[in-house]
């Protein structure tokens, strides 16, 4: 079974700190993906990395793909109250299989 | 384009009562999940199908049941409902290849007393 561990669980901060959400694991990954929950509603996709050491930026935030494929991190700069949610990491493996491994997620607050 | 339907959006069961909740989604996609997702437990995969005909169990699949007759539909059936199911059910689908991503529906949130 692959695991992914996000770290912090919680996070609460003030708006304009800057964060950095962290998803790691043993094994390597295809392919991983970062969604964001907000309350009563679905994940949303926020984007997909899919090579190893790939970068990618969608407005204030920055996702990272490690090198090995196996983690990945998500900066935010300047967090506003519209940031807050429940961010969450999924993994695709290499076996051909299309069935994502979720994180626990980490739940942020930006306090305005 | 509606994406991922849920429906109900709520529900109330009684101990031993069943119910299905039904899930559509319009993007021709291939495959589909139901999810079950507990505070702070993450998301749990129940059921899970390729394609029409075709479902398997996934990590949590004990007390549901679950069918694939079109692209379009995988309802999720509860059969005896326990407490241990009280919980919020999302389904989601995807295309195939690496960089599809999950287009997930709004949920429903279910209480069995």
Same mark, same amino acid.
């Given at each position: 079974?692959?695991?992914?561990?996000?770290?912090?669980?919680?996070?609460?901060i003030q708006e304009g700190e800057n964060?950095?959400?962290?998803?790691?694991?043993?094994?390597?990954?295809?392919?991983?993906?970062?969604?964001?929950?907000?309350p009563g509603e679905g994940p949303v996709l926020l984007v997909?990395?899919?090579?190893?050491?790939?970068?990618?930026k969608l407005k204030r935030l920055t996702f990272q793909f490690g090198d090995a494929r196996k983690d990945s991190s998500l900066h935010i700069t300047a967090a506003q109250p519209g940031d807050t949610g429940l961010y969450l990491c999924a993994g695709l493996g290499y076996r051909g299989s299309y069935i994502p491994t979720f994180g626990r997620g980490t739940s942020l607050i930006v306090h305005p | 384009n509606a994406g991922v339907t849920q429906t109900p959006k709520f529900r109330i #069961?009684?101990?031993?009562?069943?119910?299905?909740l039904q899930c559509t989604q319009d993007m021709n996609h291939n495959y589909m999940y139901?999810? /079950?997702?507990?505070?702070?437990?993450?998301?749990? #995969?129940?059921?899970?199908?390729?394609?029409?005909?075709?479902?398997?169990?996934?990590?949590?699949?004990?007390? !549901?049941?679950?069918? /694939?007759?079109?692209?379009?539909?995988?309802? #999720? /059936? #509860?059969?005896?409902?326990?407490?241990?199911?009280?919980?919020? !059910?999302?389904?989601?689908?995807?295309?195939?290849? /690496?960089s599809y991503g999950y287009t997930f529906g709004s949920g429903t949130r279910l209480t069995v007393v």
């Open positions: 079974t692959q695991l992914l561990e996000q770290s912090p669980q919680f996070l609460s964060l950095t959400v962290y998803c790691n694991s043993s094994s390597v990954f295809s392919s991983l993906q970062w969604y964001r929950q907000e997909t990395v899919v090579t190893g050491g790939e970068v990618k | #069961l009684k101990i031993g009562q069943s119910m299905t139901w999810y /079950r997702q507990d505070p702070g437990m993450g998301l749990k #995969l129940i059921y899970y199908s390729v394609g029409a005909g075709i479902t398997d169990k996934g990590e949590v699949p004990n007390g !549901y049941n679950v069918s /694939r007759s079109t692209t379009e539909d995988f309802p #999720l /059936r #509860l059969e005896l409902a326990a407490p241990s199911q009280t919980s919020v !059910y999302f389904c989601a689908s995807s295309g195939t290849g /690496r």
